[in-house]
């Protein structure tokens, strides 16, 4: 089981960016997903970015052209860059993986899906 930790959340004015960091230790897997999933006060959970052990990325269309996964293998630690953030990006921020069934598999966008979440980081954006 894969244990996952973030770290970077904060409060940022309108247009300002943060970072956030998932730390994963045990075993990831050799064919996984990550990903990062926020929730608002009162709203369902919702999938920002995630990225496969290809490295190959997907974003929520809210989130294109300013917000970047990455991932540092050497360090075991995923990052997402949020750049130009909006009030309507404040939430509890997540990170979550799973072990994919087939290598070549397309990663879920499902919460459902994953399997190991972290503790969640609080990113606040103001007007």
């Known amino acids: 089981q894969v244990q996952l930790v973030e770290s970077g959340g904060g409060s940022v004015q309108s247009g300002g960016s943060l970072r956030v960091s998932c730390a994963a230790s045990?075993?990831?897997?050799?064919?996984?997903?990550m990903g990062w999933f926020r929730q608002a006060p009162g709203k369902e959970r919702e999938g920002v970015a995630v990225?496969?052990?290809?490295?190959?990325?997907s974003y929520a269309d809210s989130v294109k052209g300013r917000f970047t996964i990455s991932r540092d293998n050497a360090k075991n630690t995923m990052y997402l860059q949020m750049n130009s953030l909006k009030p309507e990006d404040t939430g509890m921020y997540y990170c979550?993986?799973?072990?994919?069934?087939?290598?070549?598999?397309?990663?879920?966008?499902?919460?459902?899906?994953?399997?190991?979440w972290g503790q969640g980081t609080q990113v606040t954006v103001s007007s």
């Open positions: 979550a993986h799973y072990v994919r069934a087939f290598y070549y598999d397309t990663c879920s966008w499902s919460k459902f899906a994953y399997t190991g």
């Open positions: 045990g075993y990831t897997g050799s064919a996984y997903c």
């Open positions: 990225i496969d052990s290809g490295s190959a990325t």
